[in-house]
């Protein structure tokens, strides 16, 4: 049955020890993605736990728990997909898994601090393109520039912008921060490396799966956020935000930048170390960056 198989599946990661931080935060829920995963289903009812299971799918489940458990690959992974602001996106170990606090924001349009719908809106650093997807659906009339460094990663969101039709509004782009693109935004958003080399050295052996590129960011988790600081006012519109994750990384930033008015947000669901900035703000500040 489902449930002894869930269980069993359940008790041998705990004894395992996997790290659940991809998604997920407990045993319980990465088994059940990946029975889902192992069934051919995305969602299912507590009906579900009387169900028999086939061999094959008895061997599907066992050997995903296996990689799971073996080789710490997070259960994203191991089922090429994870959930976003209430939306799905392929992944793979080109870009990191989505878990960004931000889509919170995405969700409430980015209110109380925007007072309009912004018009075009860049995402720096996209990774799998979630942030920049989400805030399309989030902002039907919105252009938007997804933007990264790494051109693996861009294929992995050029496959998500296609997954969600947003081939018309979402442009893709390889740039290094701003090197390569033209234009302003009304809105910035960013989720880029912040990871500083003490947090990378101490992380569990989930991490490691994922592309360094997108979380090592130098001994203090700011080789990316300080030129960005410096350079975000001019993309940005008149009444233009800046929205930056920092992560622990927060500690250090306003050590180095004690006279910034930082804004921290705080969010409801979990998640903490981001950050906003107004246009005006950061010419205010221009030269302490």
């Not at 705990?14 to 990946?34: I, K, P, S």
């Not at 009339?141 to 947003?166: F, G, I, P």
């Not at 992560?247 to 170390?273: C, D, M, R």
């Amino acid at each position: 049955m489902v449930e002894q198989s869930l269980h069993a599946a359940e008790h041998m990661l705990e004894e395992a020890g996997v790290y659940c931080g991809h998604g997920t935060d407990n045993a319980w829920d990465e088994a059940c993605l990946l029975l889902l995963h192992s069934l051919g289903l995305e969602r299912a009812d507590e009906s579900i736990l009387q169900r028999p299971l086939s061999s094959p799918e008895q061997a599907r489940f066992n050997d995903l728990i296996a990689q799971r458990i073996g080789k710490r690959v997070p259960a994203a992974y191991l089922v090429g997909e994870a959930e976003f602001a209430g939306l799905r996106f392929n992944v793979d170990q080109r870009v990191l898994v989505p878990r960004s606090p931000i889509a919170e924001l995405i969700v409430k349009k980015f209110r109380p601090w925007l007072s309009s719908d912004p018009s075009m809106i860049l995402d720096l650093c996209t990774g799998s393109g979630c942030i920049g997807i989400a805030a399309a659906k989030a902002f039907p009339e919105a252009q938007l520039v997804l933007s990264d460094l790494s051109e693996d990663a861009l294929e992995v969101a050029r496959q998500n912008v296609k997954r969600h039709n947003l081939e018309d509004r979402c442009q893709i782009e390889q740039s290094d921060l701003f090197a390569n693109l033209r234009g302003s935004f009304d809105l910035i958003i960013s989720n880029p490396p912040y990871v500083d080399q003490q947090d990378i050295d101490e992380m569990p052996d989930e991490y490691r799966t994922e592309p360094a590129i997108g979380l090592a960011a130098g001994a203090d988790g700011l080789d990316l956020v300080k030129p960005m600081l410096a350079q975000a006012a001019d993309f940005l519109n008149q009444g233009g935000y800046l929205i930056v994750e920092v992560g622990n990384s927060s500690v250090a930033l306003e050590n180095q930048y004690p006279k910034v008015p930082f804004t921290w947000i705080e969010f409801e669901h979990g998640g903490e170390g981001v950050f906003i900035l107004s246009k005006e703000q950061l010419q205010d500040f221009e030269e302490t960056f």
